[in-house]
């Protein structure tokens, strides 16, 4: 069995000493320093590229992170892509804003996070344009929900048939509640859209310090792999977030036990080549 290349499509990385983070004031577990030298897969070399995603920086300061992300990567040339925030709805920054960063060497993508807003939010006039924007520009657009939001995501994604879109940890069910059924129809009906992938991450999270096990796990990753295929499933560790539920290292020990029995193809398809194509990332290959 030969050795996977291995993208973790999503790592985040954060320094309340360059930039404010309003959010970790209730992470007190997460209130510091976390960096490429930080995150063990990469310095033990089980990971062959990371994906950045854009840490929820203080409004204003979305520009400067992707800046500070691209000093990361002449450091560690394996941070391989950004997802940048983009405020899409302020129409007088929006495109600028747009134009600037995917003209950005490692730029591969745009999220605004859904999650924690009203019902509606992602269906504005306002909003819906600018993800329709993303797609002008090149770039996919990260969905950011929580499952009680796959309508929204279902109906936003229908709106605007141009934009490619990245459904982050399988659209957070919720585990811990045992709530699989409403979830695994619904996003049934999002994989029904070609241009919708899946990230199998961020699940340890959603889960319940006794459901942080393979077993437990399964459904929710098999049904994401029975609507989406698994040539549209991405693997991400969610780090260090990942680290209020177990760990990057422990997601990845969960993972590789659900997949052992998946074809070949499909486990480095999960692995890597997927997150590799989609995002058309520079990943080294095995000699």
Known sequence: MTRPRVVDAHVHFWDPGRLDYPWLAETPALQRAFGPKDFVPLEQGTVDAVLFVEANVAPGQSLREVQWVEEL???????????AFVDLLDESSRNWALAHISGLPH??????????????????????????????HGLPFELCITADQLPEAIALVERCPETRFVLDHCGKPAIRHDA???WA????????????????????????????????????VEQARACFGASRLLYGSDWPVARLGGGAERWRTIVDE??????ESERHALLGENAARFYDLEVPVHG
């Not at 807003?117 to 600018?130: E, N």
């Not at 129809?185 to 959603?206: N, P």
């Not at 659900?258 to 074809?263: K, R």
């Open 185 to 220: 129809e619904r996003l049934a009906v999002l994989a029904l859209h070609d241009r919708v992938v899946c990230k199998i991450s961020g699940l340890l999270t959603e889960a319940r310090a006794d459901q942080r096990d393979a077993e437990s796990l399964r459904p929710y």
């Open 73 to 83: 990567v002449e450091a560690e040339p394996r941070i391989a892509g950004i997802v």
């Open 107 to 136: 730029v591969v993508g745009v999220r605004h996070n859904i999650q924690h807003h009203r019902t509606g939010f992602a269906l504005q006039p306002v909003f819906v344009r600018g993800v329709q924007e993303v797609a002008e």
């Open 258 to 263: 659900l997949t052992a029995q998946w074809p």
């Open 180 to 182: 699989f059924e409403r």
